[in-house]
């Protein structure tokens, strides 16, 4: 089957097979999301909890470094965010071990942690609970407003009450 693209008697013919294909091109390159631009980060925060004291501390380490918080060894080794102009979204690629009485150490978790769902990816363990709350310092590029520490979204205005006064 043949699909004129022109009319008359000298109308070129091209393949209904390209036609689709062509068509199925552009229809791919209109549906595909723009894909945001990741900010790395030099530095990875966490919340980490002591089940035993329920002190809950934050962590701020630099990638490739170790923190200890009670037996377990936090290494973030990369931390994303996104510009403040997109919705947050920060992970970390993160090792954690636990040291054990004999000083071996053991790894307990290798993975991705997301800060928007710390209940997904977060290191349980029996006394101690670490997730990922965001990250700072990001590398070549402008503070997204989820890497800054102590960053807050800005205050709603406040709604006045009226009292009824009844007669």
């Known amino acids: 089957m043949r699909a004129t693209t022109a009319c008359g008697p000298r109308a070129a013919t091209v393949p209904a097979a390209m036609v689709a294909s062509a068509f199925l091109l552009a229809m791919t390159w209109a549906v595909t999301p723009a894909r945001a631009e990741k900010l790395e980060n030099k530095v990875a925060i966490f919340a980490a909890l002591d089940k035993v004291t329920a002190r809950i501390s934050r962590l701020e380490v630099g990638l490739g470094e170790t923190v200890t918080f009670g037996s377990l060894k936090v290494t973030p080794r990369v931390c994303y965010t996104r510009p403040p102009t997109e919705p947050p979204r920060t992970s970390a690629f993160v090792e954690v071990d636990e040291v054990k009485l004999d000083n071996s150490e053991v790894r307990v978790f290798t993975g991705w942690m997301f800060a928007e769902s710390p209940g ?18 990001p590398i070549g590029g402008a503070p997204a407003l989820a890497a800054r ?17 009844r007669r």
């Open 120 to 137: 997904l990816h977060g290191v349980e363990h029996p006394v101690f609970d670490v997730w990922l709350t965001g990250c700072a310092k």
């Open 149 to 165: 520490p102590g960053a807050r979204e800005p205050r709603q205005p406040r709604l006045r009450r009226r009292r009824l006064r």
